[in-house]
């Protein structure tokens, strides 16, 4: 998840206390401070998708974005 309020980043990974390899970044998006959350380090993209298959229902309301963290 991302969005502009470090708060909401917070309440995430707080909510999930069993998923302790959740973290979050401060990146910029439109000039504004731009907050995101990742879940694991993996080797290649099909690795991060097989895991997202193991993250709770209640927080994958969308598609997880499964991207390179090159330039972040």
Do not use: C
């Amino acid at each position: 998840m991302a969005g502009n309020l470090e708060q909401t980043a917070l309440n995430v990974i707080s909510r999930y206390p069993s998923l302790d390899e959740m973290v979050y970044t401060l990146g910029e998006r439109k000039g504004e401070p731009w907050f995101m959350v990742f879940y694991g380090n993996y080797s290649t993209k099909d690795e991060a998708r097989t895991a997202v298959d193991r993250l709770p229902d209640s927080l994958v309301s969308r598609p997880p974005w499964v991207r390179t963290t090159d330039g972040l």
